[in-house]
């Protein structure tokens, strides 16, 4: 196998739950392919603390001694994290603190958004992609898109295949197969409880899901609810919020993204596709067309039940927009 040239991953938020998973999976090749090496570029806050756990989590990436890591660089400076970076994987964020409303927190993690979308914009690579995992994702990625200039809206994506990777795997067990016999089922709208499954697509061993589970009402109901509400299973279960699965969901989420041909959901500037406002990034089945750029894929039936799902989730993201919309570029 010949080695490619190295390519520059910014991560923010590098030292947290997230980080901690999603490192070693980027430095070992699960991301990028066998045969790409990286320079790991890390952000954390300017606090001695995370700083110093940062140098730690840098410590043992050294000691995995992977083959592919090709440097890192280890800053609390956004514009020496993104320099030159071809990917940004924005997971840094403020956690909603006690006795938080969400739009304190929309304004909060706002504020971050606004400036490592202008930084990225004026020092990043000339093909950079960026992808907002750090809540709440949808709108901190329209914010940080709305920010720059010289790079288009497309570049920018949220997060929701932690939701559909919950949905392939509920709808496997239901059906008591393998998740690998579950397929094309997408994720629309917001990451958060009104997401939708669009589980009228879906597929299992080839034939409608609809059919082979043949239990509607489980299908609106507890399925929904299940898939919408596993952030907060997850944290009740385990006392604190989910990481491993997500750092894999964002592994997912880029090698996808890089691979032509891929239908994924992804959420990206809706353009109106599904009655979603233009202006929202919304979860949406997309085509990768070549490696970091897609098509969203139009003329998915969508029946009543599904049709309200969508109004509500779209209804959301248009609140959060309207919340944040002074600090919109
Ligand atoms: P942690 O609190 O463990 O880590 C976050 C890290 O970000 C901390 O080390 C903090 O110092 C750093 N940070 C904060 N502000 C920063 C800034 N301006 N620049 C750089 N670093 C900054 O959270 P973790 O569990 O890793 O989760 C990270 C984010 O992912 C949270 O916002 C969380 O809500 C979100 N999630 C999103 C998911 C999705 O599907 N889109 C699922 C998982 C996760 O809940």
Known sequence: MTMKRAIRVAVTGAA??????????????????MDQPVILQ???????????????????????????LHGMVLTDD???????ANWCLLVGSKPRGPGMER??????????????????????????????????????????????RRLPAERFSAMVRL??????TQLAKKAGVLVSEVTEIYIYGNHSPTMFPAFGHAKIGGRPAVEVIGDRGWLEGEFCEVVGKRGAAIIAARGASSAASAANALVDHVRDLCTPGKVHSIAVKSNGAYGFHPDVWAGLPVRTTTPGSYEVVLGFEMDDFARKKLEVTNRELVEEMETVKAMLG
């Open 42 to 68: 890390l952000l954390e806050i300017p606090v001695e603390k995370a700083m110093k756990a940062l140098e730690g989590v840098a410590m043992e990436l050294d000691d995995c001694a992977f083959p592919l």
């Open 103 to 148: 739009a304190d927190l929309l304004q909060e993690n706002g504020k971050i958004f606004v400036e490592q979308g202008r930084v990225i914009d004026e020092v990043a690579a000339e093909d950079v992609r960026v992808v907002v995992v750090g809540n709440p994702a949808n709108t901190n990625c329209m914010i940080a898109a709305r920010s720059a």
């Open 163 to 168: 939701d559909q990777n919950r949905a392939q």
């Open 78 to 84: 956004p514009r020496k994290a993104f320099d030159g």
């Open 16 to 33: 947290g739950q997230i980080g901690y998973s999603l490192l070693f999976r980027i430095a070992s090749g699960s991301m990028f392919g």
